[in-house]
């Protein structure tokens, strides 16, 4: 006769074997039952029409095009910004290399020079007024620079590469008739380019280069000019120094009240503005 323990381990062996039988069974429902869902899913249905083939694109130039005007036509408030501080950026190598404030500011350093005075009036006097007399020449040329390429851009009705176009006409204007056609043939010359037909058909990385040069000659015969009666007075004052023996007297400090009382009595500096102003025209 078996006792209690025996008894319960054989219980026990009897209900793990149970356990392992009905584990088996529902991993078997399980295998079955997902075998028959892939079949179904896996049934073949109608077949797809095929898709019919594209047409092939037409080929283009190959080039880049980048839009910065908005939806409207109208350019965005951050283009405008970007190309103002573009412009701030370049504005000082703009102004010059395509203005008159090159040509204004040698001729008025060069008569500060010629009164032998190297240092009044200051630099920033100097350029302050090169600057505004600058404005006041350029200013037909920005005023048509402002209808004919700025406000079209700002409002729509023309892109970058149209507005830089338009622009670039009242500056071909203004910087021909200052440009001698030999500094022209010199830079065309040194590019390897064929001689332009027309005065308009002159890049503007040639005309550049041609109008600063022609503007620095310019600068260079007037302050020559400038400098005769300066230079006279010089001689005359040396030559009186010399002749009563005071050679250890340096003959500048004699002669620069001269120069200051000559340079005032005959309007000097209203001379040089005139003849700047004149030589572009009158501003026009």
Known sequence: MDTPSVTLRRWGRAAVILGLVLAVLVALQ????????????????????????????????????????????????????????TLLSVAPALLLMMTSFTKIFVVLAMARNALGLPSIPPNQVLAGLALFLSLFIMSPTLIDINNAAVQPYLNGH??????????????????????????????TRSAGRENPATPDAVPMLTLIPAFMISELRSAFII??????????????????????????????????????????????????????????????
């Not at 898709?51 to 190959?62: E, I, K, N, R, S």
């Not at 970058?160 to 830079?187: C, K, W, Y």
């Not at 030559?239 to 000097?268: E, H, N, Q, T, Y």
Request: zero cysteines.
């Open 158 to 187: 023309l892109d970058v590469n149209g507005a830089f176009d338009a622009a670039s006409a009242p500056l071909r204007h203004f910087m021909l008739p200052q440009t001698r056609e030999e500094d022209i043939a010199l830079m």
């Open 30 to 85: 399980l295998v079955f039952s997902s075998s028959a869902h892939a079949l179904s899913v896996m049934a073949p249905g109608d077949p797809i029409p095929p898709t019919p083939p594209t047409a092939p694109t037409v080929p283009g130039t190959g080039g880049v095009n980048v839009t910065v005007n908005g939806l409207n036509g109208e350019p965005s408030s951050a283009i405008v910004t970007l190309l103002g501080i």
């Open 223 to 284: 302050g020559f000019v400038i400098f005769i009666p300066f230079l006279i007075i010089d001689i005359v004052v040396a030559s009186a120094l010399m002749s009563m023996g005071m050679m250890m007297l340096p003959p500048v400090m004699i002669s620069l009240p001269f120069k200051i009382l000559l340079f005032v009595l005959v309007d000097g500096w209203g001379l040089i503005v005139t003849a700047l102003v004149k030589s572009y025209g009158g501003g026009t």
